[in-house]
T-cell receptor
Framework: EAGVTQFPSHSVIEKGQTVTLRCDPISGHDNLYWYRRVMGKEIKFLLH????????ESGMPNNRFLAERTGGTYSTLKVQPAELEDSGVYFCASSRSAGTVSYEQYFGPGTRLTVT | KNQVEQSPQSLIILEGKNCTLQ??????????LRWYKQDTGRGPVSLTIMTFSENTKSNRRYTATLDADTKQSSLHITASQLSDSASYIC??????????FGTGTRLKVLA
């Protein structure tokens, strides 16, 4: 079984540019999460999808961030326009669920975003 | 405020030695507590999951403890190996889908 994959592994862009990160969850996992780790800080929650619906996007920093999960499979996270403080490692995780029970989260390797 | 604090921030030990990492949390409501291992350039990988009623859980050379009264957890690594060098992250689940992460302890095992 393939794990969670993320693309690209590393992205370097200039301030003001746009970047789109992609996450492919484990097949059959309805739950998909985006997290971010800024240098020296803890991993922080950004948002959570259940299938194609946004369950919780309370962690999204501002409206420069847009996440989508069309069809309930892969997800994209777009940052437009990027700012210096957006630099960090963006992790995606997925899990399956049954009713109100959520199961183990499996993390992808992350995308390291550097905004210069 | 929901918070997870870990200590020490970093630790260096010699191969074969034991070590204990600490996690204190102020998270409510509490669902479970997880310890993750994160190798450089990789995503976190789960080591143990502990629910409110569990005091101790072992996974090979890793033993996690949980004291729900004092809201403390520890991760004990026995007979450390070079491959144990990584960041260890304590994560508390609150509610059905929300996870609060600690900043992690960076462990370096030297030959």
């Amino acid at each position: 079984e393939a794990g969670v994959t993320q693309f690209p592994s590393h992205s370097v862009i200039e301030k003001g540019q746009t970047v789109t990160l992609r996450c492919d969850p484990i097949s059959g996992h309805d739950n998909l999460y985006w997290y971010r780790r800024v240098m020296g800080k803890e991993i922080k929650f950004l948002l959570h999808f259940v299938k194609e619906s946004k369950q919780d996007e309370s962690g999204m920093p501002n409206n420069r961030f847009l996440a989508e999960r069309t069809g309930g499979t892969y997800s994209t996270l777009k940052v437009q326009p990027a700012e210096l403080e957006d630099s960090g490692v963006y992790f995606c995780a997925s899990s399956r669920s049954a009713g109100t029970v959520s199961y183990e989260q499996y993390f992808g390797p992350g995308t390291r975003l550097t905004v210069t | 405020k929901n918070q997870v604090e870990q200590s020490p921030q970093s630790l260096i030990i010699l191969e074969g030695k034991n070590c204990t990492l600490q996690c204190n949390y102020t998270v409510s409501p509490f669902s479970n507590l997880r310890w993750y291992k994160q190798d450089t350039g990789r995503g976190p990988v789960s080591l143990t999951i502990m629910t409110f009623s569990e005091n101790t859980k072992s996974n090979r050379r890793y033993t996690a403890t949980l004291d729900a009264d004092t809201k403390q957890s520890s991760l004990h690594i026995t007979a450390s190996q070079l491959s144990d060098s990584a960041s260890y992250i304590c994560v508390v689940k609150t509610g059905t889908y929300k996870y609060i992460f600690g900043t992690g302890t960076r462990l370096k095992v030297l030959a």
